[in-house]
């Protein structure tokens, strides 16, 4: 085994060192504008945000596992900002452009970013030591994941020709953040044709037009009509396409009075119910306590069970007739609906054209001087690597097929290992194979903004496991709800999905959802106490 070990590293090392001449290779190339893979130091290259807030440091470190070195956050719940100025800005408006990095998760992202920012020129207004959130961004792209937030931004901050102000334009339905502890590369892909692809893996997972307002939000493009503030719905207007019929009347034989549900009197008491027979009786077994006080604690009375005489029975107690349905029920009277004469639809005030409205051929794309990385990160062990800059997408590809993929396949392996090692049998494999369908079911388009709600169960099932099946059930309902909406049109309501909480959680296992409260979990906590609380009491109250 040691020796099977030793050969694996020496492979590794030997395929690390073929890779390192490869990058070499695709870095001289003219397609690769910017690369940096971190094998030498950072330090006198990326310089480190001097701000007060941003105290977290960064380290140059071996990626768990390998000889591959990256750039590492090292310490929780701190900020960190850090620069990389590069040679030349990169423009953005001619030809294709790519955007690529991995970054490894070593121990897991419960709560904070891994996203990179390009930088506009120092022009617009920031240096490399006062690097914080508010230095101007062209691009903003890579994973996010906090509570209900969980994706893969891709943001464009974009000058509006008009105003002349800088909005952040967010992809809809971006794709969602890989939940294991591996090595993952993120590629966007800006096509001259005004497109944008994202591929996580080098798998693409969207693809989108900055210029439709149905993959930004908002349009980069504004709407050319907009409703007039100025028109008021007139008081006349009638909204009701149904109304009480006016001339409908109660008929005389109508009983509002009466009662929904009577007495059976057909009902005949079941033979042999034991009516003599209580349904409860004292434990026979229960001894008095021997530091039982009865001046302090007062008169002892034993716990009650279920009398066994009841249970080869129909019944014990008192049989009482039960009820059923009245005949003669009908309820409040209501008039019957009719279409409404006077009913002119819903109101909507008139269209104006939009004073703000411009057209456009291509975005007004900001060069790129610089990368930055700036996070609020509650998570360690957070490790980025081969930042990669390119105008050709099989320069991207190439590296990930010699960087990435190699320490990928490794990293897989031993996890399988770890799993196989640590006990865990098939159904571990199972439930990671329906974690990752279900995360690909919340990146369908057309969940739209239930999204969330979907993102929100899953990472509570991969928290508590044992509710993974009412989960499953969850997402069914919304996205058949979905389905009806589409299919018939018309507002429907959102359906309110639930996953029960379990009576009693099994020990080591957390109740913390990422967006739950501590003192929610306390309320929790005590709900739970209480629903497995003995029903029988075995002291009398004072």
């Avoid at 939000?217 to 006349?236: F, G, M, R």
């Amino acid at each position: 085994m040691e020796e099977n070990r030793r050969k694996m590293s020496s492979l590794q090392l030997c395929c690390f060192l073929v890779i390192g001449c490869l990058v070499s290779t695709i870095y001289a190339s003219s397609d690769a504008i910017f690369y940096e893979s971190f094998d030498e130091s950072f330090e006198g290259s990326w310089i480190v945000s001097e701000k007060e807030d941003y105290s977290g440091e960064w380290k140059h470190s071996k990626s768990e596992g390998h000889d591959d070195y990256g750039l590492l956050v090292s310490e929780k719940a701190r900020k960190y900002a850090i620069v990389k100025e590069l040679e030349k800005p990169v423009e953005l408006k001619d030809g294709t452009v790519v955007l690529q990095f991995e970054v490894r998760l070593q121990n897991g992202l419960e709560c904070g970013g891994a996203y990179l920012k390009y930088l506009r020129p120092q022009e617009a207004g920031w240096t490399a030591k006062g690097f914080d959130n508010e230095s101007p961004y062209s691009i903003m792209f890579g994973p996010d994941k906090c509570g209900a937030t969980n994706k893969v931004h891709f943001i464009l901050k974009h000058k509006n020709p008009k105003s002349g102000e800088y909005v952040e334009h967010h992809l809809k339905f971006p794709p969602s953040v890989p939940s294991d502890k591996l090595t993952h590369v993120y590629t966007a892909i800006l096509k001259p044709d005004n497109e944008v692809r994202i591929l996580v893996d080098g798998e693409e997972k969207k693809k989108a037009n900055f210029l439709s307002g149905d993959d930004f939000e908002p349009a980069l493009i504004p709407d050319k009509t907009i409703p007039d503030p100025e028109d008021k719905k007139p008081e006349d207007w009638d909204e009701r396409a149904k109304i009480p019929d006016p001339e409908a009347t109660k008929p005389e034989d109508w009983d509002e009075d009466a009662p929904m549900d009577i007495l059976d009197e057909e009902a005949e008491k079941p033979e042999g119910w034991l009516e003599d027979e209580p349904e409860e009786v004292d434990d026979p077994e229960a001894v008095k306590p021997e530091d039982w006080d009865d001046e302090e604690d007062g008169e002892w009375e034993a716990p009650k069970i279920d009398n066994p005489k009841c249970e080869a029975a129909p019944g014990c107690g008192e049989w009482k007739r039960p009820l059923k349905r009245n005949p003669a029920y009908k309820g409040k009277w209501h008039a019957p609906l009719i279409d409404n004469p006077a009913y002119k639809g819903i109101w909507k005030p008139r269209e104006i054209p939009n004073p703000d409205y411009f057209e456009l051929k291509t975005p007004n794309f900001e060069p790129i001087a610089a990368i930055g990385i700036e996070i609020w990160t509650m998570q360690d062990g957070i490790l980025f690597d081969n930042v990669l800059i390119a105008s050709d997408e099989k320069t991207a590809e190439t590296i990930r097929e010699t960087t990435w993929k190699p320490k990928f396949k490794v990293e897989e392996e031993k996890h399988k290992a770890e799993e196989q090692e640590a006990g865990f049998d098939g159904l571990k494999g199972i439930q990671k194979a329906v974690f990752d369908v279900l995360y690909k079911i919340a990146d369908l388009p057309f969940l739209g903004d239930h999204k969330v709600k979907v993102l929100e169960l899953i990472e509570k099932a991969e928290k508590q496991p044992n509710i993974t099946i009412g989960v499953i059930v969850s997402i069914v309902v919304v996205i058949f709800s979905v389905l009806l909406k589409l299919l018939f049109g018309g507002k429907k309501a959102t359906p309110k999905v639930t996953v029960a909480e379990p009576a009693k959680k099994e020990e080591g296992e957390s109740s913390n959802t990422g967006a739950a409260t501590a003192e929610e979990e306390d309320k929790n906590d005590e709900q739970n106490e209480d629903a497995a609380a003995p029903r029988r009491r075995t002291r009398r109250d004072i």
